[in-house]
């Protein structure tokens, strides 16, 4: 009887080491992105951002993303957009509308903006939500969705910093639901800031669906287009470099005194515009998101502003025009008319695939004659065409929809009212 006994239970510990969920720690000389596993027929191993081996299925059917727009548009770009069961985040899934009032003329009016793939994907409006900023994740919600795969990505808002408790607790809870979880790192939970590790997310969704050839071309052109802007400023001596600001017109900000939140030296914001756009961040503290006041912002004295997505979309009329922001009216940037905007991009916690376009927009209005040769307007439109592989109307529409049509004349990107 010991030795039936006995029996069973090595066969169950095996079956529990050979189970789709199950995850090992690789060292970094193994680690590599995908790789077939044999010894469990219909899976495959995906090494993840953790350096984690998941056997994941080798076609999965019911996929679970828990991301900003990262994991989606991908799915998009591969093709596996109907796989898709669940959301993380409502930020894929709204369509939002803003209204500015100006002291002189008519008020602005912004209609139906919203995240890229909720463009592209308008099924994603109607998936099942499984959590959103600031609350955990629904791990009933999950387990009824019946997903062969999870994808989760740190860094984005649902589970956003990397001291967060809740992230532990999390993958851990996750884990014990016994379906494959395949992790990703944003770039802002690596302890230097840069983006070759949005690459390797990329390959590892690549990896998850069989299509690494299409991931690894992906990555290659987002490099290309960086490495393009790079080139054009890498040669500005230290002396010529402007100080460019990069702030968000956050009310949540101003109800609480102050002008609006900056990004200081150990941001991926402040990558953008001291590692790529070889410009100065005029905010030379190591600080992530802080709230400043009008005199301080009016003391920094950017040369260049860029207006980034903090609590909706905010355009350079906003700051030229709004009696709200009066008081930044003598402000070198406003007076020059050196104002961009970011393209609008909901719960823009980490970068995601349309990261060149903000990263022109800095250099761009850091160094306008370096880039006079180049058509903003119908770079964007090539960028989004080459991107998601979609035709020139197709293109124009998901630029009205990040509200980005500012870069070219050919569209109108506000109403009045």
Known sequence: MQKKWLLVFTIMVIGAILCAGCTQQVSQSEKTTAKQDTSTPGYKTV??????????????????????????????????????????????????????????GPNLSYQNGMNTVRYLNPRLADLTLVGQSGQAINYETVAGLKPDVIIMRLGDCTLRYPNDEKI??????????????????????????????????????????????????????????????????????????????????????????????????????????????????????????????????????????????????????????????????????????RVYSMPYTPCNCDRRLEYPLDVMVIARGAYPDRFSDINFGQWTLDFYKNLYGVDETVAKEIRESQWFSWTSNDSVQVSST
């Not at 996750?174 to 840069?194: E, R």
């Open 168 to 337: 532990p607790k999390s993958i851990e809870t996750l884990n014990s639901l016994g379906i494959p979880l395949v992790i990703i790192k944003s770039p802002h939970f690596y302890d230097s800031p840069n983006m070759s590790g949005l690459s390797d997310e990329i390959k590892i969704i690549g990896s998850v669906f069989g299509k690494e050839e299409r991931a690894t071309q992906t990555a290659q052109y987002l490099e290309e287009q960086v490495n393009m802007i790079k080139s054009r400023t890498r040669d500005v001596p230290e002396d010529k470099k402007p100080t460019v600001l990069i702030l968000g017109l956050s009310p949540t900000a101003r109800q609480a005194g102050g002008a609006g939140v900056v990004y200081g030296t150990d941001t991926i914001e402040s990558y953008f515009i001291e590692d790529i756009a070889n410009a100065k961040n005029a905010y030379q503290e190591n600080a992530y998101f802080k709230t400043i006041s009008a005199e301080q912002i009016l003391a920094l004295n950017p040369d260049v502003i860029v207006l980034s997505t903090a609590y909706g979309y905010h355009p350079a009329e906003e700051l030229y025009n709004a009696p709200y922001y009066q008081n930044l009216r003598e402000l070198k940037a406003v007076k020059e008319k």
């Open 47 to 104: 090494i993840d951002s953790r350096g984690v081996a998941v056997q994941v299925p080798a076609s999965p059917q019911r996929v679970l993303a828990i991301s900003d727009g990262l994991i989606e548009g991908m799915m998009v770009i591969l093709g596996e957009e109907d796989k898709q069961v669940g959301v993380g985040s409502t930020c894929v899934q709204l369509s939002y509308k803003f209204n500015y009032p100006q002291s002189e």
